[in-house]
């Protein structure tokens, strides 16, 4: 049941995941995950999960939602996981790319603590 999940939904949209829509959700999760979003999409569907609160689901609020299968659950876990881990590494490349990441180097912090005690 291994899914290639992708840090979009399609290939239209460049929104991160965390800005997704419930649309969006469901998308991904029909390209990701076919066999539970066969079984379980309306549930998704019907509690409005949008990018921001999929990546705060849990076990236990999977379980609220009525994901009674524990695999299920944890397979979800693991889809999720991986999508964040991608979309928080895309997130920090681009940002490193457009140079918005300074690096603080040893020297500098030393410096700048003496400077305090002056």
Known sequence: MEGS???RP???????PCFWTNSEVLQWMKNSLPE???KY???FKNHGISGR???MLND???LEMGINDAQDRAQYRIEI???????????LKNTHHKGNIRFIDENSINDSSQNEHI
């Not at 399609?10 to 991160?16: D, E, I, L, P």
């Not at 996981?81 to 997130?91: A, G, H, Q, R, Y």
């Open 10 to 16: 399609s290939k239209t949209t460049s929104v991160a």
């Open 41 to 43: 999409g309306g549930f």
């Open 60 to 62: 236990n609020l999977l």
């Open 53 to 55: 609160t999929l990546f």
């Open 5 to 7: 999940s992708s840090a």
């Open 81 to 91: 996981s991986k999508l964040k881990i991608k979309s928080d590494l895309l997130t």
């Open 36 to 38: 539970l979003f066969n």
